[in-house]
C-alpha cells in the first residue's frame, strides 16, 4: 500500500527544507503544490490553461482544478509508493477530496507531521529581513546582521524593508495561517494521525524528530 504524507507548518518554520529532507530520507517525490501549478501552467496542459484562466481573473482556482493536478501527478510511477504533498490541504474540504482521490490510488493519508513554532518565534524569523537596494541581498537583524546597521556588507548600498517582511504583514500573514489551519490540525488530529514537532528546534532535530514520527 501506498504511504502518503501530508506536511504542515506555518510560514517562517522551515516547511520547504523539511519536505527536502523528508523526501530524500524515505524517497518518496515531494510534490508542492506550488510547483505543480508552476509546472502545468508553464507546460500548457489542460488543467494549466484552466488555472491560468481563473487567475487573470483574479479568481481563486477550484478545487477540483489543483485535485486534478496532483491525480496527474500521483499517478506517474515514481508516486507507486506514495508522496508528500505539501501545500495541500489548506482546508477541512480539501482534506475530504483528498481522501477520496488518495482512495483511487488504494491508500490515505498515513502521516501528518505538522511543525509547530509560537507566533513569536516566526515573527522573529520573518520580520527581521532587511533587503540590500542595489542588488537585493539579505540580511536579519538576528541570523545575519549586517556589520554596519541599514548598510549592506557586499556593496554599501542602503538596506530597506520590503512590505512582505514588516511586521505589520508578517504578523498578520501568521495569524491568518494558523486561523485557516486549526481546522485542518484538528481533523487530521481526530483521525489519528497527527503528529507536532517542535520547529523552533535547529533544522537537523527538527529533521530527526520527523523521521522519528515517519518510523524511518
Ligand atoms: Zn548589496
Known amino acids: ?6 506536511l504542515l507548518g506555518p510560514p517562517g518554520v522551515g516547511k520547504g527544507t523539511q519536505a527536502k529532507n523528508i523526501a530524500e530520507a524515505t524517497g518518496l517525490p515531494h510534490i508542492s503544490s506550488g510547483d505543480l501549478f508552476r509546472e502545468n501552467i ?23 482544478v489543483t485535485i486534478g493536478m496532483i491525480r496527474d501527478r500521483l499517478s506517474r510511477p515514481d508516486c507507486k509508493g506514495g508522496a508528500l504533498l505539501d501545500g495541500f490541504p489548506r482546508t477541512t474540504v480539501q482534506a475530504e477530496a483528498l481522501e477520496k482521490l488518495l482512495a483511487e490510488f488504494g491508500g490515505k ?11 513569536a518565534t516566526l515573527i522573529e524569523r520573518l520580520g527581521g529581513r532587511w533587503t540590500c537596494k542595489a542588488q537585493g541581498h539579505v540580511f536579519h537583524e538576528k541570523y545575519n ?17 520590503r512590505d512582505d517582511d514588516k511586521s505589520e504583514t508578517v504578523t498578520r500573514r501568521i495569524q491568518v495561517y494558523f486561523a485557516q489551519t486549526a481546522p485542518l490540525i484538528a481533523y487530521y488530529r481526530e483521525r489519528g494521525v497527527l503528529s507536532e514537532i517542535n520547529g523552533a528546534q535547529p533544522i537537523e532535530q527538527v529533521t530527526a524528530d520527523l523521521l522519528v514520527v515517519l518510523g524511518k
Open 145 to 161: 546582521p549586517p556589520t554596519k546597521p541599514g548598510v549592506c556588507d557586499l556593496d554599501g548600498s542602503e538596506l530597506y524593508q
Open 1 to 6: 500500500m501506498p504511504t502518503y504524507i501530508v
Open 42 to 64: 508553464k507546460n500548457a496542459t489542460g488543467l494549466g490553461k484552466l488555472a491560468q484562466s481563473y487567475m487573470n481573473k483574479g479568481e481563486l482556482v477550484p478545487d477540483d
Open 109 to 119: 493519508v498515513n502521516h501528518v507531521p505538522y511543525i509547530s513554532a509560537s507566533e
